[in-house]
């Protein structure tokens, strides 16, 4: 199983980050131990002084699939979910600077909060027309909505395709809309999608 994530894919995020609009979906990955299920808390790691939480619609791949087609995209998925790509910011930005890859600010044990799934059919409404919000103890921080992704998730997924197989369970993390922000000790994270609670954890 894989988890994929995309970066810089809404355009008022990306201007909070100062980070220019890509030209192509901006991918990079995550190990199976990133993962953080269950709503168990997140323990903010020694190494980084700063871990921002990044909301995010996920997608769960249900087919064997390479070298996908847009059009044929909407084949491999039927469920969506919510998660938390955490980064640790500080460090990031030293990689960034650095020209490093970004696997050590993002890929850290539990920094994937991944929520349960729910079928597209029951939320009735298409992929690119769902609204969520991060509430961050009980103040809404964070509200996203697919329709903004400067790629849509057929758009990610024909990319990633491109250069690796995609398996049933894959995972893919399609970024975060503006109003990221750092976590402390003692903070509660909520997750909704439309009128759904997908996640509710606290921060030690």
């Not at 790691?45 to 871990?51: A, G």
């Not at 998660?83 to 050590?104: H, K, M, N, V, Y």
């Not at 109003?179 to 903070?187: A, E, F, I, R, S």
Request: net charge negative; with cysteine; aromatic share 12%.
């Amino acid at each position: 199983m894989k988890i994929i994530g995309v970066g810089w894919n809404y355009p008022k995020h990306n201007d909070e980050l100062q980070a220019a609009r890509p030209e192509h979906p901006v991918i990079f990955s995550k190990p199976d131990s990133a993962l953080l299920r269950d709503n168990r808390p997140f323990y903010i790691p020694d190494f980084t002084r700063c871990v921002d939480y990044e909301t995010e619609l996920v997608v769960r791949i249900n087919r064997l699939g390479r070298g996908i087609a847009r059009k044929f995209a909407p084949r491999y998925y039927a469920e969506v979910g919510l998660g938390i790509d955490f980064t640790a910011r500080d460090l990031q930005e030293r990689l960034r600077s650095e020209g490093g890859p970004w696997e050590l600010c993002k890929a850290f044990d539990n920094s994937a909060v991944i929520s349960g799934f729910v079928p597209l059919a029951e939320l009735g409404r298409d992929i690119q027309d769902l609204h969520f919000h991060l509430m961050l103890n009980g103040q809404r921080v964070q509200e996203g909505y697919t329709g903004d992704m400067l790629f849509s998730v057929n758009e990610i997924i024909a990319f990633a395709s491109e250069y690796f197989t995609l398996r049933m369970g894959d995972l893919f993390y399609t970024g975060t809309p503006d109003g990221v922000g750092p976590v402390q000790p003692g903070d509660r994270l909520e997750g909704w999608l439309e009128d759904r609670l997908m996640f509710n954890f606290q921060v030690k």
